[in-house]
T-cell receptor, first 115, second 113 residues
Framework: AQSVTQLDSQVPVFEEAPVELRCNYSSSVSVYLFWYVQYPNQGLQLLLKYLSGSTLVKGINGFEAEFNKSQTSFHLRKPSVHISDTAEYFCAVSDKDSSASKIIFGSGTRLSIRP | GAVVSQHPSWVICKSGTSVKIECRSLDFQATTMFWYRQFPKQSLMLMATSNEGSKATYEQGVEKDKFLINHASLTLSTLTVTSAHPEDSSFYIC?????????FGQGTRLTVV
């Protein structure tokens, strides 16, 4: 079974400052890793995903994440945030060996941007 | 990318009534869909895996008789909340896999009064 831990429930950041949202996972099998963003009362939008290959993954809206197998981490970063980045961010994992594997989500991190 | 449509986006119902939520894959076929529930300011909790042509697989602690799932075609799964009570009020989200990636519906806000 897989699990995902997002240690920070809330991260306040000033506009144009860099941000890192932490994510650690545990699994007995190889996994795919994802970051999703959720705006209020909306579904989820995929920011980026790690399936294989380069450990540095670039996504939409200027976000990127680095897969670190030894530390079982997949932290999300952005060099300069905007007010519009205010949202809930979820790290997620799924079983790589299953074609229709369920996705397990972390508890989420609320990113609030201060002007 | 693939599109998953969920309907309705919000619904208010009286306590004791049943509510049906639809999840459709618009441009692809999905033999498997997933139903999640999200309480305010919390994460998505997987409720069940919907399998086309067979019974759904429910996660531990989810009442299968209360949350009826039907996956009658390759593009449609439905979740029916039976005899709804105020504690069933929540945000329900479905997803379907396509090409190894999950695509999510826009969610349904259920309020039971």
């Amino acid at each position: 079974a897989q699990s995902v831990t997002q240690l920070d429930s809330q991260v306040p950041v000033f506009e144009e400052a860099p941000v890192e949202l932490r994510c650690n996972y545990s699994s007995s099998v190889s996994v795919y890793l994802f970051w999703y963003v959720q705006y209020p009362n909306q579904g989820l939008q995929l920011l980026l995903k790690y399936l294989s290959g380069s450990t540095l993954v670039k996504g939409i809206n200027g976000f990127e994440a680095e897969f670190n197998k030894s530390q079982t981490s997949f932290h999300l970063r952005k060099p300069s945030v905007h007010i519009s980045d205010t949202a809930e961010y979820f790290c997620a994992v799924s079983d790589k060996d299953s074609s229709a594997s369920k996705i397990i989500f972390g508890s989420g991190t609320r990113l609030s941007i201060r002007p | 990318g693939a599109v998953v449509s969920q309907h309705p986006s919000w619904v208010i119902c009286k306590s004791g009534t049943s509510v049906k939520i639809e999840c459709r894959s618009l441009d692809f076929q999905a033999t498997t869909m997933f139903w999640y529930r999200q309480f305010p300011k919390q994460s998505l909790m997987l409720m069940a895996t919907s399998n086309e042509g067979s019974k759904a697989t429910y996660e531990q602690g989810v009442e299968k008789d209360k949350f009826l799932i039907n996956h009658a075609s390759l593009t449609l799964s439905t979740l029916t909340v039976t005899s709804a009570h105020p504690e069933d009020s929540s945000f329900y989200i479905c997803s379907a896999m396509s090409g190894g990636e999950a695509f999510f519906g826009q969610g349904t806000r259920l309020t039971v009064v």
